[in-house]
């Protein structure tokens, strides 16, 4: 069964410092996902990708899909309170696409005035 | 447009005790999706109706859980009895359409189930 891993677990940065998350899978990716989520609420989706080399942005923050589609990272750049939370990425379940997302285990990100 | 409803948003119940949880997903979302998230890890799927057809329950605990779609819009998952171990977040999404399609899963906030 398809496995994401995610790294690092838990990132502390200064605020306007950028950072990085990056996602793994053990299968190739057919979508991949990334949702964000404060403590205690549910997920709210950030993108979506599915071409190899694909990148999107949205606002401060980048995700690409790499070219051989078993990894994806997400950028963010100058860092603000307001992106503390947990981060997380999902894919489809395989070619047959039947609707199942698998998560990886969550990035937890703290971002310091 | 609203989102995902869901309630309650929090729960307290004694072992063996019955607990439902509802969901409302967007309106025209044919496709819906129960999750449980345990603390430190990422959601697994439940349960998921395309309509009102359980097309994948596969990872549900059918000894205890059980859950409906009746009308192919809202639906109600239970836990009878609960065990301590069901202590979790409950997410409830839903999409628009179902295999086939790449679709986008939006979230409701979640039920946090807490068993004593």
């Known amino acids: 069964s398809q496995e994401l891993e995610q790294s690092p677990q838990s990132l502390i940065v200064q605020e306007g410092k950028n950072l990085t998350i990056n996602c793994t899978s053990s299968k190739t990716l057919y979508g991949l996902y990334w949702y964000k989520q404060k403590y205690g609420e549910g997920l709210i989706f950030l993108m979506m990708l599915q071409k190899g080399g694909e990148e999107k942005s949205h606002e401060k923050i980048t995700a690409k899909l790499d070219e051989k589609k078993q990894q994806s990272s997400l950028h963010i750049t100058a860092s603000q309170p307001s992106h503390a939370g947990i981060y997380l990425c999902?894919?489809?379940?395989?070619?047959?696409?039947?609707?199942?997302?698998?998560f990886g285990q969550g990035t937890t990100l703290q971002v310091k005035p | 447009e609203a989102g995902v409803v869901q309630s309650p948003r929090y729960k307290i119940i004694e072992k063996k005790q019955p607990v439902a949880f509802w969901c409302n997903p967007i309106s025209g979302h044919n496709t819906l999706y129960w999750y449980l998230q345990n603390l430190g890890q990422g959601p697994e799927l439940l349960i998921r109706?395309?309509?009102?057809?359980?097309?994948?329950d596969s990872q549900l605990p059918k000894d205890r859980f059980s859950a409906e779609r009746l009308k192919g819009v809202d639906s109600t998952l239970k836990i009878q009895p609960a065990e301590l171990g069901d202590s979790a977040v409950y997410l409830c999404a839903s999409s628009r359409r179902g295999a086939g399609g790449t679709d986008t899963q939006y979230f409701g906030p979640g039920t946090r189930l807490t068993v004593l």
């Open positions: 109706y395309e309509n009102e057809e359980a097309v994948d």
């Open positions: 999902g894919a489809g379940d395989g070619s047959s696409n039947t609707g199942k997302l698998i």
